[in-house]
């Protein structure tokens, strides 16, 4: 039935951290809190190649997943969970380790054990790291781009593998970020500690009729 819209779309293989494709879009979306695959840095880049591939009124639509916990841990949070799964072939035996450092790097390991007649015949391992930042972190990073955090919907989750200490209380958000426009610029939070809120709006003023005379 949606074969039509094929046509429409077309496939781009990139950085999602650098990409330029020469035009503008009044949606994109990143989902499945793929954001937390990139470091800060890695996030920060991304936030400028959207900023410039949105219009004016765009938005840029991602989901972003909190926990109790994330955004004022003082330690480690670790975790481990077991779970049976299977396959077409045999029972497998899972073993989740998860393990956040304070600062949000997380590794998280799946060990599986295919079992036969009560006997381990196959044993694979499987690890990631992810950088874990608050929504309220993430919120503030945005907002240091030229962006900002419009409205944010809670989203029920259709999937979830297990639920553990790590993770609980979590809740799967989707923020809807529009860009800054000039208007907006004496909303910019500033740090006083870093200079003072006048000071902080007069370099925003500059940076954005910058960036507007460069669009021009």
């Known amino acids: 039935a949606n074969r039509p819209l094929a046509g429409q779309l077309s496939t781009v293989e990139g950085d999602m951290t650098a990409f330029a494709l020469d035009r503008r879009f009044s949606v994109i979306v990143l989902g499945a809190t793929a954001i937390w695959?990139?470091?800060?840095?890695?996030?920060?880049?991304?936030?400028?190649?959207?900023?410039?591939?949105?219009?004016?009124?765009?938005?840029?639509?991602?989901?972003?997943?909190?926990?109790?916990?994330?955004?004022?841990?003082?330690?480690?949070?670790?975790?481990?969970?077991?779970?049976?799964?299977?396959?077409?072939?045999?029972?497998?035996?899972?073993?989740?380790?998860?393990?956040?450092?304070?600062?949000?790097?997380?590794?998280t390991t799946i060990h599986c054990q295919r079992i036969v007649d009560g006997a381990v015949t196959d044993s694979s391992l499987y690890t990631a790291w992810s950088y874990l930042a608050s929504a309220d972190a993430l919120a503030e990073e945005i907002q240091r781009s030229g962006l900002q955090v419009v409205a944010k919907h809670q989203v029920t989750g259709r999937h979830q593998i297990t639920r553990n200490n790590v993770t609980a209380g979590r809740r799967r958000l989707l923020f809807e970020v529009a860009p800054i426009s000039p208007r907006d610029v004496d909303a910019i939070p500033t740090r006083r500690a870093a200079y003072s809120d006048r000071t902080a709006a007069l370099l925003a003023k500059v940076a954005m009729l910058a960036y507007i005379d460069f669009e021009d």
């Not at 009124?57 to 949070?77: E, I, Q, S, Y």
């Not at 799964?85 to 045999?90: S, W």
């Not at 073993?95 to 304070?102: A, H, N, Q, R, W």
Request: glycine content about 8%; charged content about 20%.
């Open 37 to 107: 695959n990139l470091d800060q840095a890695g996030r920060a880049s991304l936030f400028d190649s959207v900023r410039n591939h949105l219009t004016e009124d765009g938005r840029f639509l991602l989901t972003v997943l909190t926990f109790a916990g994330l955004a004022d841990a003082t330690g480690p949070l670790e975790n481990i969970s077991v779970f049976p799964a299977r396959d077409d072939q045999a029972p497998v035996l899972c073993t989740l380790f998860d393990y956040v450092e304070p600062t949000g790097l997380r590794s």
